[in-house]
């Protein structure tokens, strides 16, 4: 064996690992379903383009990371404040 070899697997642990293309393994894994990806959002987020004013990006970026979803807050805060009156 190669010292390669030994540092992926060392002999007990060959033999731990389930032989997964005997004993109806190929039949579960075609039965299980697929899930790639996030789940669906009931209400998912569109994209847009929106012209801003280059002082509110500034303000919003400085923040760092997720600057447009601090916007998305400050733009729903704004219509929760004036949908009551």
């Known amino acids: 064996m190669s010292e390669s070899d030994?540092?992926?697997a060392r002999g007990s642990e060959l033999d731990e690992a389930?032989?997964?293309s005997r004993d109806g393994w190929?039949?579960?894994f075609a039965e299980a379903p697929v899930r790639?990806?996030?789940p669906p959002l009931a209400r998912p987020k569109v994209s847009t383009t929106i012209r801003?004013?280059?002082d509110v990006i500034?303000?919003?970026r400085s923040g760092g990371r997720g600057w447009q979803t601090r916007i998305d807050e400050a733009l729903r805060d704004w219509i929760a404040a004036h949908?009551?009156?």
Do not use: I, N, V, Y
Request: hydrophobic share 25%; proline share 10%.
């Open 18 to 20: 389930p032989d997964l």
């Open 58 to 60: 500034d303000h919003f």
């Open 52 to 54: 801003l004013s280059q």
């Open 26 to 28: 190929p039949e579960k």
């Open 36 to 38: 790639r990806g996030r």
């Open 6 to 8: 030994d540092s992926t």
């Open 83 to 85: 949908d009551a009156a």
